[in-house]
């Protein structure tokens, strides 16, 4: 079954369950009642005060106030980059189509992690370009498949999500974000570091991106894609790129033509955000939740699913993976635990080939805790029943 | 020159002026002084009451409240079409691009009027699509020439923006509407129909627009778009697609993967407000400017220019398209205008070839009554000094 097909499945699946009574696992929302409303008004009312606001930009790479609060964000992350070397997107969905859209066409192939972003292998198919999967263990890509994907497959660039990864909240090892590097850096190969998730870690340590690693070389080699849609709020759809002013250069050519530039009340509003509120403080607090939401998954997957089980520890992110019974089709699963009001990600989505292992997707920030108990509770009592039939 | 390069040479000549003192009939602007400042402010509050509004959306077709007020406002221009067969766009430019991207690739070819909007040809070059231009009077694109093109090229569909068009003002006959669709429709061949301005216009005549031509044929052959950027606030950027179940089903997933979906805050306050202000009042105060600001601009060019140029009529839109003496090099003209503190937009873009008249297109809607008067006769005396030169 193609990608597409498979999700055409997955939408009528889904469709199927009502949205209000379902206990949603699937998507990668953050929690509603933790979205900053009052604050987000607040900024939008302030962007609206300037009447210059509604016309159009001539700055096709987002508000320059915006670019120069991201170019203070990122130095806490150890990204020194100047506001110039920043387009703002709409979402980090639309930094990644352009940077497909500039580097690949119909035919070429492109590197990605297995299990991968399930959205970026749509769109890859969608545009006729061919994912390959390279071999992937817990650190990260493994070294010499990379080595080997690269010269059979002269990719166009390696798509990755290494902290906290999109399904499995892999964090790549230190040594293997180097090697990546240093293998796509001797082939000429550009890096899309997907990192909608790095803020939300539970621990305090820095864990350097690929665009960090790659300072020595001017970053040539890695295009660093991130959002606000996971710590502010989704629906102001504002993503961006950093990129050495070559890539950039490009980049926002085709976002001027394809969009002039993104929604500049968003942007004015979330710079607003960044200048009068405290970003980190109020990632504590959605660390904080978000960890006690997992720890709630977790307790409760010890109780009832500990002994058929196994899944990731996420030490960040948004995901829980769980390996379950090579036994159990995934996608019957889900149609019965929809039944039983319940949803997930089923794991074969993530994989452009044949998967490792029977895995599913569990989102842990959306649904309330009491929620996410009696959710995994049903998801358990019809794993049981179904493992016990077959 | 290819587009591009001749491109980045306008953009080093209008940064040379510094935007402050600069009369600009350059771009598509609105007028600054015309912006629903107040009624926008509004819409937004009233959007973000709802707690909701800041989660993402689940509908990448766009919020379902602005797809009815939309599908209720192209009623009014004998439309008739339900909210789902409408898709919202970041402005009407990604709608140009969705619908490049769906139906073309590298290689392909579009037919495109002569002259015709300037950006579509340095979209289309950009993705490596050819553009080939139709001949074209002022009752639109030649039957015969359509025809052949067809024949010859085998397009992936023909570009139009058949009222008040971009450059020239341009409105299509009925007669060369239908027998477009006509021929498109017997070879198969798809019509983009760009509509920014159809609402922009100084009489009140109904000119039927391609869509509506089409709809005995269930709308296969015309895709409608059109967007609230000229009308209400180009910032909102908030766009739309009018399409059959079938063409907008494959735009829907193809926005679905490359943002999502469109800012559903921005998406919200316009829905705002086309339920609670009168758009069409708004309107008829914004033609009636715009229509005095033409005045003012013919009316100093009769006086300065009267014997040396000619221009079109406008009955709407934002644009007036002069043909200067073939003598005159309009980049030229441009270099010294700028030095003089006045901009335009240089005819030769407009074309995907070489042109047949020298033109340039002088906006009138952007700059106030006053400095119109101002800058054609500062564009007119550096028209004069260079005519004496050559």
């Known amino acids: 079954m193609s990608p597409v097909d498979n999700g055409n499945l997955l939408q009528k699946l889904l469709k199927k369950a009502s949205s209000e009574s379902l206990i949603s696992f699937t998507a990668g929302f ?10 987000i008004r607040k900024c939008y009312e302030k962007a609206l005060k300037d009447h210059q606001i509604l016309q159009y930009s001539t700055d096709s790479k987002g508000n320059r106030s915006l670019r120069e609060e991201i170019s203070k964000r990122l130095k806490h992350k150890h990204i020194i980059i100047t506001s110039d070397n920043i387009l703002v997107t709409t979402g980090s969905s639309q930094a990644i189509d352009l940077i497909t859209r500039i580097t690949a066409a119909k035919g070429d192939v492109v590197l990605v992690e297995r299990p991968t972003y399930q959205e970026v292998l749509k769109s890859l198919h ?9 071999q992937s263990d817990w650190e990260g890509m493994l070294p010499e498949d990379v080595e080997e994907k690269i010269r059979t497959f002269r990719p166009k660039f390696v798509y990755v999500n290494p902290t906290f990864g999109n399904p499995n909240g892999k964090v790549w090892s230190i040594e293997r974000r180097k090697q990546l590097i240093q293998l796509c850096k001797a082939a000429g190969v550009l890096i899309l570091e997907d990192d909608p998730y790095g803020d939300l870690r539970f621990q305090s340590m820095h864990i350097p991106s690929l ?12 295009v660093y894609v991130s959002t606000f849609s996971k710590i502010i709020a989704p629906a102001v759809r ?7 002013p070559t890539i950039l250069q490009s980049l926002v050519q085709l976002q001027h033509l394809s969009v002039i530039h993104s929604g500049t009340i968003d942007q004015q509003a979330i710079s607003h955000y960044l200048q009068n509120y405290d970003l980190d403080k109020r990632n504590a607090l959605l660390v904080k939740e978000y960890q006690s939401r997992l720890n709630e998954m977790e307790d409760e997957l010890v109780v009832q699913l500990g002994n058929e089980v196994k899944w990731n520890k996420p030490t960040g992110g948004i995901y829980l993976w769980m390996e379950i019974s090579p036994d159990i089709d995934s996608m019957q699963l889900l149609e019965d635990s929809l039944a039983n009001g319940v949803s997930y990600f089923p794991g074969h989505f993530f994989y452009v080939d044949e998967p490792d292992v029977n895995g599913i997707r569990l989102n842990f920030t959306f649904t309330s805790k009491e929620k996410i108990r009696t959710g995994i509770r049903k998801l358990a009592q019809v794993y049981q029943e179904m493992k016990a039939s077959v």
């Open 238 to 244: 504002v993503g961006y790129i950093a990129a050495n």
């Open 211 to 222: 665009y960090e690693l790659d300072e020595a070389s001017d970053h040539a080699t890695v």
């Open 30 to 39: 953050p929690a509603n009642d933790m979205l900053p409303v009052e604050e």
């Open 126 to 134: 969608q545009q006729g370009i061919q994912a390959v999967g390279v």
